[in-house]
């Protein structure tokens, strides 16, 4: 097959494509569409079968390996341009009818410390293990490969899990891939002191996507508190602080306390610029949401993530007890806080991953999936620093000549220029 097709306008593709044998058409598919099926398709012959047909509606509660193309039988991939399924192979997209996640869905502390096998996942997964980094993913034929997603080694192992806790929503990815690459391009030639050529010489690896794991809790809490509160008056050498001793009740209601789930991304510092979501478009979990890209499994369980959510929502009323006493100091604070109508979500969110080598060394890159927010790693030039470092220097320099040249020629205006 002429290769030279490739670059061809559509119409030219297609008169072209006509003439090509069974075989050739199959080998023009798979280099354009880089997804092939599991089994050849059946030949075709005319125009109209190359063309995408239709969107067909999927209904919600299928698995992402149960969706195979209706054209050609290739597996679909979730297309974050349409909210739907496409197929990689043959360019088919076929629509979801995905339902927005319920304000009050979530599991109960019952759920997750006694019922939780009430609430695994039927299928069986298989899970991905990393043996350099730790992580352990789940991904579907169409999402996999040799190479972990986050560190890049190749150290992964297949092993059949089971007991996975079904999601309870999913933030899918609205970024695109050819988005997120664009995105990166642009974030990587803007960095400050990385080197002249780093957009030339850097070789960056494909982007993958993956859903990192969340929990997310909502509940009511109730602290009835005493204490002693200090109001500031005044101010510099007459600012005072004057005491009073009160009681109360504080009612607070907590909303999308997220907890990150993976104890590998905890202190990521990388992660948190970029993990800043829009809850409000969480969907209802649906496996073909997830079709096409890896998903991270959590490693910190429901419980413990609640017990890290309390010492947050004990920072939260005290701080919400010092606004209703308007004060700016607290002393001898007592309360203690009740929490009622706790509901964990258990929620996966989209990044993109990729990293990028220059002069032999690796940088990795995080975008989120949703936002478009970018985070990151990248090489830094001294020979750039010192080039900055001269220009302000001598920046600093030339002022400080042209404010004693001006100096002295006001000196001379004031004396007459010594006549």
């Known amino acids: 097959m002429d290769s030279n097709i490739l670059n061809e306008s559509a119409a030219h593709q297609r008169e072209a494509y006509l003439k090509m044998s069974p075989e050739e058409q199959r080998e023009y598919l798979a280099i354009k569409y880089g997804n092939a099926p599991a089994t050849p398709p059946t030949p075709v012959g005319n125009v109209e079968n190359i063309i995408p047909p239709a969107p067909t509606p999927v209904v919600n509660g299928t698995t992402s390996t149960d969706n195979k193309c209706p054209s050609c039988g290739a597996t679909l991939a979730f297309d974050p341009a349409t909210g739907g399924l496409v197929c990689n192979f043959c360019g088919a997209s076929v629509a979801l009818n995905t339902m927005p996640a319920a304000p009050g869905i979530g599991y109960t502390l019952e759920d997750l410390n006694y019922t939780a096998g009430q609430h695994y996942l039927r299928m069986v997964n298989k899970l991905i293990v990393c043996g350099t980094c730790g992580g352990t993913f789940v991904a579907d034929q169409s999402a996999m490969s040799g190479l972990c997603p986050y560190c890049g080694s190749n150290s992964i192992t297949e092993t059949t899990g089971s007991g996975m806790l079904e999601p309870t929503g999913v933030i899918p990815f609205k970024i695109s891939k050819e988005q997120a690459q664009a995105l990166f391009k642009d974030w ?78 905890e202190n990521d510092s990388f992660w948190k610029g970029v993990s800043n979501f829009d809850l409000n478009f969480m969907k209802r979990y649906d496996p073909n949401l997830l079709a096409g890209f890896w998903s991270e499994s959590y490693t ?72 478009g927010s970018i985070a990151g790693t990248w090489p830094k030039s001294f020979k750039k620093f010192f080039m900055i470092l001269g220009i302000i220097a001598a920046a600093v320099i030339g002022s400080r000549i042209f404010l004693f040249f001006f100096q002295w020629l006001l000196n001379q205006i004031n004396t007459g220029f010594g006549i």
């Open 300 to 371: 910190i369980d429901g419980q413990a993530a609640w017990n890290t959510a309390m010492d947050k929502i004990y920072n939260r009323i005290q701080n919400q007890i010092k606004a209703m006493e308007g004060a700016d100091h607290v002393t001898k604070l007592e309360f203690k806080p009740e929490a009622s109508n706790i509901r964990a979500k258990y929620v996966l969110a989209p990044i993109w991953i990729t990293s990028f080598d220059y002069n032999g060394t690796s940088y990795r890159v995080l975008v989120n999936g949703q936002t």
């Open 188 to 265: 990587v030639i803007k960095r400050r002191m990385a080197p002249m050529d780093i957009a030339k010489n850097a070789e960056i690896t494909d982007l993958t996507g993956v859903y990192v794991p969340y929990w997310i809790f909502d509940c009511d809490t109730y602290a009835p508190y005493s204490g002693k509160f200090g109001v500031d008056y005044g101010s510099g050498d007459d600012r005072y602080t004057k005491w009073h001793k009160s009681t109360g009740v504080c009612k607070l209601p907590i909303r999308n306390l997220t907890i990150i789930a993976t104890s590998r991304l």
